[in-house]
């Protein structure tokens, strides 16, 4: 089974086990469709967990859940730093036009920086209002490349490469 990753679990939120959600995702109201997710653990390993209730909306960047068995702030905090997914298929329904480019998916992409040097692998695509965003690991931090059509050079879906040059400063952020 393939999950696409929609979030990090960043905060508790009071003594009865509520957690906030970061996500990057143009408003949090797909998430009340949501009748579970999954929570990386240890990495490679997805444990289903169900929302007691519909998530509230925090702001446009985070959503507070309720999960079954999650019941304390000690229960909440053993989920602090988890990243959060759901199935791929689910993804697309909530999300239909994130993740393309062209029609090309491009998780698992390598983004070449021809200005800079730098590459990393797109972890996930997130589409905002007018703009394309790629969530990359680089350094060992997460950060969000913008993928203007005036960015990029290139692309070999064969490879898996997308060349891109992009403005002084970007990995810095």
């Known amino acids: 089974m393939s999950y696409k990753k929609i979030g990090k679990i960043i905060q508790t939120q009071g003594i009865s086990g509520r957690v906030l959600l970061a996500h990057q995702f143009p408003s949090g109201k797909p998430f009340g469709q949501l009748s579970h997710l999954f929570i990386a653990l240890q990495e490679g390993s997805f444990i289903p ?3 007691e209730q519909k998530p509230s909306v925090v702001d446009d960047e985070r959503v507070a859940l309720q999960l079954d068995d999650i019941h304390s702030e ?3 905090q053993a ?13 697309r329904k909530l999300f ?3 993740g393309t480019l062209a029609g090309t998916e491009l998780s698992g992409f390598r983004i070449k920086d021809k200005n800079s040097g730098h590459s990393g692998v797109i972890e996930s695509v997130i589409e905002l209002p007018g703009q394309l965003m790629a969530s990359v690991r680089f350094q060992d931090k997460e950060i969000l490349i913008p993928l203007a059509e005036s ?3 290139g692309m070999d879906p064969q490879k898996k490469i997308l060349e891109l040059a992009l403005p002084e400063g970007i990995w810095d952020l």
């Open 74 to 76: 000690k229960d909440a």
């Open 79 to 91: 989920l602090l730093g988890k990243e959060v997914f759901v199935e791929e298929e689910v993804f």
């Open 96 to 98: 239909p036009a994130t």
């Open 49 to 51: 967990f169900f929302p």
């Open 151 to 153: 960015f990029i050079r």
